[in-house]
C-alpha cells in the first residue's frame, strides 16, 4: 500500500498511489481556499473553516530551475520548481516534471501527477505530489 509524502496535504485514492487529491481549507465566512492545513482564514481571520479537495489542473504561475538542490534530493538536478496557481486561488510550490526547460511558458497548464520517491537513508517510499503539462 502507498503511503502519502504528506495526508494534510495530499490524499491517496488508491492503494497503488496513482491517484489523489490535494487537501485545503475554504472558509465558510468569506470563501477564500488554501492549501493544506490551516487554523484561520488568510483574508479575514476566521477560524469557521472547512475541508475541501482542490482541483487537479492548474497554471504554471512562476517558475524556477534549481541547480543546487537541498540536502537530500532524490531527484534529479537540475529540476523545475514551479508556482501552481489552482482554479480555487491557492498557489502550490511543487516540482514541474516531463517538459523539457525551454518549453516551459507562465501561463501554460498543467496537472497533478503523483510519483513514488524513495526515502533518504533507507526509509520507506512516498508518493509525492508534482505536476506536468497538459
Known sequence: MAVS???????LTNEEGTEGVLLGFCCQECGIHV????????????????????G????????????IPPQ????????????IELP???QVLAEVVDCPHEN???GMAV??????VEAAEGGSE??????RPV
Open 5 to 11: 509524502v504528506d495526508t494534510r496535504r495530499l490524499k
Open 104 to 106: 516551459l511558458k507562465i
Open 72 to 83: 537530500g534530493w532524490p531527484g534529479d538536478v537540475p529540476y523545475v520548481l514551479g508556482q
Open 111 to 116: 496537472e497533478l501527477t503523483l510519483r513514488l
Open 126 to 131: 512516498r508518493v509525492v505530489y508534482k505536476w
Open 56 to 67: 487537479k489542473q492548474g497554471i504554471l504561475y512562476s517558475f524556477t530551475i534549481v541547480r
Open 35 to 54: 492549501f493544506g492545513p490551516a487554523t484561520f482564514c488568510q483574508g479575514c481571520s476566521s477560524s469557521n473553516l472547512a475541508q475541501v479537495e482542490l
Open 88 to 90: 480555487e486561488g491557492p
